[in-house]
């Protein structure tokens, strides 16, 4: 079964507006951690933002923030006041704690327009 | 410099050859992870280790083996390349008993 599902393939911002990238997860694990990374066109993987299962406050990195519902299990990124550098593949991911691995979602491709 | 580098960067080979890509990092992890991929599947996990005499198979490797030469080394092999093995390739990274993992570079593969 899929345990991380990001439904849209593609979405456009206009400049300095904010975007919401929608994650959700599957897992009976009650201990787990959510990732984002952000994968521009030349190919790189560049860690964001962590969120663990236990954490009481959603995460906030700079203009980026986890956007955390645990009981609706999603975990959606939101990037404020979005910069022409923010296009890119964003992909969300899971490590559950009796696990080794990240799963990942399929992405989601954010294009900013001036 | 980077903390953790991939060679090469982009590799063309044949159907049947062996090929080698290496990874090194100055991070300092214990763990490292050999990831592939392809559009629209994310990525998916080949191989990992999580020091010098522990490799593990991840979720798709056959047709794949690994090395790990030390600490800061990690190589992933195809013993015979073939052309559903053409993707982009990452090494990773983590420390024991934190989640994040750091990606290198990727090294993009064409199987001809």
Known sequence: ?114 | DADVTQTPRNRITKTGKRIMLECSQTKGHDRMYWYRQDPGLGLRLIYYSFDVKDINKGEISDGYSVSRQAQAKFSLSLESAIPNQTALYFCATSETGSGTQYFGPGTRLLVL
């Not at chain 1, 975007?19 to 787990?32: A, E, K, Q």
């Not at chain 1, 490590?95 to 990240?102: A, G």
């Open chain 1, 1 to 114: 079964a899929q345990k991380i599902t990001q439904t849209q393939p593609g979405m456009f911002v206009q400049e300095k507006e904010a975007v919401t990238l929608d994650c959700t997860y599957d897992t009976s694990d009650p201990s787990y951690g959510l990732f984002w990374y952000k994968q521009p066109s030349s190919g790189e993987m560049i860690f964001l933002i962590y969120q663990g299962s236990y954490d009481q406050q959603n995460a906030t990195e700079g203009r980026y923030s986890l956007n955390f519902q645990k009981a609706r299990k999603s975990a959606n990124l939101v990037i404020s006041a979005s910069q022409l550098g923010d296009s890119a593949m964003y992909f969300c991911a899971m490590r559950e704690d009796n696990d080794y691995k990240l799963s990942f979602g399929a992405g989601t491709t954010v294009t900013v327009r001036a």
